[in-house]
């Protein structure tokens, strides 16, 4: 996951964020966030930098030109497969 | 999540404790106290000691807010992935909009812990991050563990779930308690469908066993007895 950092991420169609760093439970650190619907949450607007807890992460979508779907989907079939043995 | 109860504040497992620290629960002030990150919750008490503790699990997000005007003070922003109970969901529903409040922010509280010292705000803030790696939802971990046996297709799973751009949950919140609904149903599709071709091995995982057999009833065929054995049970399949 570490080649990710640095990207432009929005965490579930919520918070867009350059993303920071993340573990392996998916936590996630994003800096220089938006909120997407800042009028539904205005407690957002201030905040220029958050920690979101891995299990609440929905979807995190990566921008599609610069990441090599393929690459990525084959990784985490095998890191699922893996993880049957 | 215990609120201005009389509990004592932690003394194990402290990363940071800071005092003179002001806490704001859902826009309502609460006093000036001392905020305790411990590695087994988060605890707030005030000089009489009555405070509140949060358990990490609940603690969907948390965040340093510079911004002054959008609050008029520095603070740690925290989210709660909680509705508040007793005499604070009064004060809660008073500030916001009640229709608003369950139809779009159902289930969550904000906190905001202001310190009189602002210069520690980047300490809590990695603290609060330390002890949230401690936590771990269980619920993940086991996830990992279910799919032994089970093939996870994630395209599947991508179609059934949302296609990017028409998504089933618009809300935050509404995605959290969404996600374990639908998660299990596709789940529980997955293995119907692997159920009609894969032995035992299905049976055998640790697919929260007892749930989804149970769960058989929504309506999803499975012909658990019936496995067409030798089929696919060397499968490790490969789209």
Sequence with gaps: MCPLCGWDVLVSYLICGTLHSVDQYLNIKLTDISVTDPEKYPHMLSVKNCFIRGSVVRYVQLPADEVDTQLLQDAARKEALQQKQ | MVLLRSVPPPTEGVRHEQGETTAVLDGKGLGTGTLYVAETRLSWFDGSGMGFSLEYPTISLHAISRDLSAYPQEHLYVMVNAKLNDEMQENAHDDEEDEDEEDDCEGITEIRFVPSDKAALESMFSAMCECQALHPDPDDEDSNGDFDGDEYDVEEAEAEHGQGDIPSFCTYEEGVSGLRAEGQATLQRLEGMLAQSV??????????????????DDGVEVDAGSTVAGQFEDADIDH
């Design chain 2, 199 to 216: 032995a035992n091995t299905f049976h055998m995982a640790g697919v929260r066993t007892d749930e989804t057999n149970g769960e058989f």
